[in-house]
C-alpha cells in the first residue's frame, strides 16, 4: 500500500497503531487527521506533565482479613471516593513480581507481528484492537487486548491463534493473574459496601464468580504526544476497574475542580475506580470519575486491568440506606443484560459517559 493512502487511509485501508507508530517514527511525517483532537481539548504538555503526577490516596490493605482493624478503612475509602472517585492499594496480596510477570506477557502479546495479532480481531472489545475504524474521530493512539471474564476467558482460542501449537503457560499466566484481580475486586466491594455503611455483603454477594474482563492496553510512543490521547477522557461503564500502570505514567483523573491531575505510577499499589453502573447502584453517593491517557513522545506504556462488570441478571437498584430526603434516588432499577441491549442501538452511539443517565436516570425536580 502506498504511504500516503496509510497515512491517510480511508476507512478500509486504517493502518494499526503500532505500525503507524513506527512509521511516524521513522519519516517524521505528520500525524494523521483522525488522531487529532480539537485545539481546546489537547493537553498542555509544557511543563512536563509525566513527572507532574500526584500519589492518589493510599488504602492498605494489609489487615483486610481481621474485620475490626478493617473497618478503619472505611473513612479513609469514604473520603478518597468523595474526594477523587480513584484510590490506589497497597498490601493487596498479588505479588509485585506477579504483576510485572503479567506486564511483561502483555508486552510479549504488542511485540507479536501485526498480521499475527490480527488473527485475534474478533470485534469491538474482545480479542485484538488495533485500527478502531468505527473512530471517526479522536481515534486512541493505542493497541489493546481483551479478554472475556473466568474461567473460559477464550484465552485457549487466542493463544491457538497467536501460536499454532497453543501456549499453556501463557493461558496460566492470564488466568493466574485475573484470579488474583478477581479476588481483590471482591474485597474491594466489601469496603466499599462498608464505607458506605451497608452490609459488608451487599455487593460482594453477587461476585462468588468474576464478572468482566481483563485487559492489556499498550500505548506506542507517539511523535506529536500533544495532538492526541491513548485513551481520550471517559468515565468506565462496569462496577470498578483495578488498574495496574507501568512506570511510564500518562493516566489522569479530572479533579473536582475540573482540572486533570496526572496518576504517580507505583509498582507496588493498583488504581481503582469506580465505573458508572456501580455510582448507579449506590445511588451517585461515590461518581465514576473521568479519567484520559497521554501519550509519550519516546517511550511505549503498558497498562492492565480487570474491568469487574456487574453480574447481567442482578438488578442494580440503590438499598434503601441510601435514598432519602437528601439524596432523592437517581437511577430506576435495571439490570446490566437490559443496558447492554439498550447500547445496541442506533441511537446510542457516542452517548459516551451519559450513557447511564439517559437509560436509567431519575429526574429529580
Ligand atoms: C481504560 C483506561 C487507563 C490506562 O482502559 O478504561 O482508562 O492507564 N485505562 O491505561
Ligand atoms: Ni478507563
Redesign the pocket.
Known amino acids: 500500500m502506498a504511504q500516503a493512502a496509510l497515512l491517510h487511509g480511508s476507512s478500509d485501508s486504517i493502518i494499526n497503531t503500532a505500525d503507524l507508530a513506527r512509521l511516524l517514527l521513522d519519516t517524521n511525517n505528520p500525524l494523521p487527521q483522525r488522531f487529532i483532537i480539537p485545539e481546546s481539548e489537547r493537553p498542555n504538555l509544557s511543563d512536563n506533565i509525566y513527572r507532574d503526577s500526584t500519589t492518589l490516596p493510599t488504602i492498605d490493605l494489609s489487615n483486610f482479613d481481621d474485620s475490626s482493624e478493617r473497618l478503619q478503612l472505611a473513612p479513609l475509602l469514604a473520603q478518597a471516593c468523595t474526594q477523587w472517585g480513584f484510590f490506589q492499594v497497597v498490601n493487596h496480596g498479588i505479588p509485585v513480581e506477579l504483576l510485572c510477570k503479567a506486564k511483561e506477557v502483555g508486552f510479549s502479546l504488542f511485540s507479536l507481528p501485526t498480521e499475527v495479532k490480527e488473527r485475534c480481531a474478533f470485534g469491538i472489545t474482545k480479542g485484538y484492537e488495533g485500527r478502531f475504524p468505527y473512530v471517526e474521530k479522536g481515534a486512541p493512539w493505542l493497541e489493546a487486548f481483551t479478554f472475556e471474564a473466568l474461567p473460559n476467558m477464550g484465552v485457549e482460542e487466542v493463544a491457538g491463534r497467536l501460536w499454532h501449537e497453543g501456549n499453556q503457560e501463557f493461558c496460566d499466566s492470564i488466568r493466574e493473574i485475573t484470579n488474583l484481580l478477581a479476588d481483590l475486586a471482591r474485597k474491594i466491594t466489601v469496603l466499599l459496601a462498608e464505607s458506605l455503611g451497608l452490609e459488608s455483603n451487599t455487593f460482594a454477594q453477587h461476585f462468588t464468580e468474576p464478572k468482566g474482563r481483563l485487559?492489556f492496553?499498550h500505548?506506542p510512543p507517539c511523535p506529536q504526544p500533544a495532538l492526541t490521547f491513548?485513551?481520550n477522557a471517559?468515565t468506565?461503564p462496569n462496577m470498578l476497574?483495578i488498574?495496574y500502570?507501568d512506570e511510564v505514567g500518562?493516566?489522569q483523573i479530572r479533579g473536582r475542580d475540573d482540572k486533570w491531575v496526572g496518576v504517580k505510577p507505583c509498582k507496588e499499589a493498583l488504581v481503582i475506580n469506580i465505573g458508572d453502573s456501580f455510582q448507579a447502584w449506590i445511588n451517585s453517593r461515590y461518581l465514576s470519575v473521568e479519567?484520559r491517557?497521554l501519550v509519550n513522545p519516546t517511550r511505549a506504556r503498558l497498562?492492565f486491568?480487570l474491568?469487574l462488570g456487574p453480574p447481567e441478571d442482578v438488578v442494580i437498584q440503590a438499598p434503601r440506606e441510601l435514598v432519602d430526603d437528601e439524596h432523592p434516588q437517581q437511577y430506576k432499577p435495571f439490570t446490566w443484560a437490559e443496558y447492554l441491549e439498550w447500547r445496541k442501538k442506533p441511537e446510542c452511539r457516542g452517548v459516551g459517559r451519559t450513557a447511564f443517565k439517559r437509560f436509567a436516570g431519575i429526574d429529580n425536580p
Open positions: 485487559r492496553n500505548y491513548g485513551a471517559h468506565d476497574t488498574l500502570q500518562g493516566l479519567h491517557v497498562s486491568g474491568f
